[in-house]
């Protein structure tokens, strides 16, 4: 069965400093990956996704995430978060063939001053 | 931005009470989705839909949860007995191909409390 884990339920940071979120898949057939982000009273929004080729892929906003097959992981990054980042990231798998998408609980990030 | 409307934001029934929600998908979607967000953030997907036909459901939806999306109208979701542990934000998203790598497009949800 298809699963996702977000370790990090909350992540604080400076704003202008780095960021990742981390996400670990489990799966039993060919994954294809997803970050979204929901801020405060609004529905989900993509942010990017893979599903093949360049195992890197990038985003809106300056966000980034890779893919490595060997780890079972696909973070997120930003070189330099803002403050209207803050938000909550959920990242999100599927299996070719199979429609339902697994969501992981999410992590909750506050960018401070 | 997505176009999914979901209507009403909130909603409070006492328990026992139908509760019922619609979504309307963004334009042209015929692949349509029902997840449960509780409040520490998880999904639990309920059902989908691929124009008027259901594709996937859980057990849960068989019994107290029911959904259809006829044509021409809203999509529904319904509660015949609403239950406390049935408070959450219920979101409804679409898609255009109903392809496993495709992107979903979410509505901002519609809230349920259960008193």
């Known amino acids: 069965a298809q699963s996702v884990t977000q370790p990090d339920a909350r992540v604080t940071v400076s704003e202008g400093a780095s960021l990742q979120l981390r996400c670990k898949y489990s799966y039993s057939g060919t994954p294809y990956l997803f970050w979204y982000v929901q801020y405060p009273r609004q529905g989900l929004q993509l942010l990017l996704k893979?599903?093949?080729?360049?195992?890197v892929v990038q985003g809106v906003n300056g966000f980034e995430a890779e893919f490595i097959k060997s780890n079972s992981s696909f973070h997120l990054r930003k070189a330099s978060v803002h403050w209207s980042d803050s938000a909550v990231y959920f990242c999100?798998?599927?299996?070719?063939?199979?429609?339902?998408?697994?969501f992981g609980a999410g992590t909750r990030l506050k960018v401070i001053a | 931005n997505s176009k999914v409307i979901q209507t009403p934001r909130y909603l409070v029934k006492g328990q026992g009470q139908k509760a019922k929600m619609r979504c309307i998908p963004e334009k042209g979607h015929p692949v349509v989705f029902w997840y449960q967000q509780n409040k520490n953030n998880e999904f639990k997907f309920l059902i989908n839909f691929q124009n008027q036909e259901v594709l996937q459901q859980i057990d849960m939806t068989e019994k107290r949860f029911s959904a259809e999306c006829p044509s021409n109208s809203p999509c529904s979701l319904e509660i015949q007995s609403s239950e406390a542990g049935d408070s959450a934000l219920y979101l409804c998203?679409?898609?255009?191909?109903?392809?496993?790598?495709?992107?979903?497009?979410f509505g901002h949800g519609t809230k349920l409390s259960v008193l």
């Open positions: 893979y599903y093949s080729g360049d195992p």
């Open positions: 998203a679409s898609s255009l191909w109903g392809q496993s790598n495709e992107r979903l497009f």
């Open positions: 999100a798998v599927s299996v070719k063939g199979n429609y339902k998408y697994v």
